[in-house]
């Protein structure tokens, strides 16, 4: 990103008085106060709801009485990567590009993860601001997602992941253990997240960034339900380190990248549909190829299943009309639809969209074929996983209030999760 991609429409040098940033067609005011938006990655509205029922969050029930709480919805697919960037954008994955942790490049027959921010096709807001001489840091648990929404970034941007590997010249800041008081996390553990809050914490006490910008991992939602002890005592967890936040001065914007849902029989067993087994024995094997992009390399939490796949037509001759009305016969198909109808109606970039998109019903799961998924990965637990419709509602939670007369409007608009850095930036009282 280069600076004609932002316009700065206060030119006064004094940070505090400068007035609006525009960042791909939106407009930010500058943060007076430091403002922290956090992914609370696969937190479900009913993980809030079950927590709160039990007692273990009250600085969250506070923010919800006396700030601003609403449902919002999250950007399909409901994945990490769309969601992460359509959050640090403002705008959906129509107009950045990155539209899943994982696709078919259409030129080259290539399947691709996303590992950094090759498919970024906009700039970021925290990038803009930083560029505008704002202090910002962002902190991500997966490091593919601090390679992503670092670019452009002049500032502070690691990973828990990778934070016993951060240097000045990479991340800009190094000695991570030493802030945090612990060295990096297991990958597959609760205090992943909580390591990215903690690091927060130390940012803003020792630093003071104008702007950050902390994403979780959702390790405790694969494995956990919203009433199990064990996500009970992490949202406790992870409540105490928001508090922390407010009492250091900061105003909160926290939303989820998507939610989460139960896909596994009564009796334990994935319920999964292997799209890509049912299409080779009805049109001949090869005809299609069938792209999971829930695929990431955290093959623990969810196996590369999820609710949301793409279709691609491998074969001349092959009729699209016809593939269309096998799979939406298929039972725990919620949807499948024609590349120009998903993009319109999902708001994705046409180029990287398969020639059908397919969502699953609500506890079912879509995977390509049997093969390809390593079901022991899940190491005996339920499937618990996303990607469809079911899990496109989120949380939409402010710190602090509204300024007057806001509130009911921002309650009454349909509201997207990456509407929070213009809610926080722009709306909240400070």
């Known amino acids: 990103m280069n600076k004609s991609d932002w316009i700065l429409t206060d030119a006064t040098p004094n940070r505090a008085e ?185 940012l803003l006490e020792a630093r003071r960034p104008d702007l950050i910008y902390l994403s979780l991992s959702d390790y405790v939602q694969h494995k956990h339900g919203p009433d199990a002890p064990e996500a009970i005592a992490f949202m406790h967890e992870v409540d105490q380190r928001f508090a922390t936040l407010i009492a250091l001065g900061a105003r909160l914007g926290i939303v989820a990248d998507h939610g989460m849902n139960d896909m596994a029989h009564p009796n334990g067993e994935p319920n999964v549909i292997y799209l890509g087994d049912l299409l080779d024995a009805a049109f001949g094997a090869g005809s299609t190829r069938v792209i999971c992009p829930i695929t990431d390399p955290f093959v623990r939490h969810h196996g590369a299943l999820g609710g949301f796949v793409r279709v691609h037509l491998q074969r001349t001759g092959i009729s699209s009309g016809a593939v269309l009305e096998f799979i939406r016969q298929i039972p725990g198909v919620c949807l499948a639809a024609p590349r120009e109808e998903a993009c319109l109606r999902f708001e994705l970039p046409e180029d990287r969209e398969g020639d059908i998109a397919v969502v699953a019903r609500s506890g079912v799961a879509l995977g390509a074929r049997a093969r390809d998924h390593d079901v022991s990965q899940l190491a005996g637990e339920r499937l618990r996983s996303h990607g469809g419709l079911a899990e496109q509602v989120v949380p939409f939670i402010l710190s602090h209030p509204l300024r007057p007369g806001l509130a009911e409007g921002r309650a009454g608009q349909r509201l997207r999760n990456y509407d929070v850095f213009s809610a926080l930036l722009n709306d909240v009282e400070v």
């Open 18 to 202: 400068r007035a609006l940033l525009r960042v791909n067609g939106r407009a930010y005011a500058w943060p007076k106060r430091p403002a922290v938006v956090i992914c609370f990655d696969g937190c479900d509205p009913a993980y809030i709801e079950s927590a709160s029922s039990a007692g273990a969050i009250p600085a969250i029930d506070r923010m919800r009485r006396e700030g601003f709480s609403a449902s919002a919805l999250a950007a399909m697919p409901t994945f990490t990567n769309p969601n992460n960037v359509s959050i640090v954008c403002g705008v959906p994955p129509a107009v950045h590009g990155v539209s899943g942790n994982f696709y078919l490049d259409r030129d080259t027959g290539a399947e691709i993860m996303m590992v950094d921010a090759t498919p970024v096709r906009a700039p970021t807001i925290l990038a803009a601001f930083s560029q505008a001489g704002a202090r910002v840091a962002a902190v991500t648990a997966k490091d593919k997602l601090r390679r992503a929404l670092g670019h452009g970034l002049d500032g502070i941007a690691f990973s828990a992941e990778k934070a016993d590997h951060a240097t000045e010249a990479e991340n800009g800041i190094s000695a991570i253990s030493a802030l945090v008081g612990r060295g990096a996390p297991d990958q597959y553990s609760a205090d992943l997240s909580l390591f990215v809050l903690d690091a927060g914490i130390r």
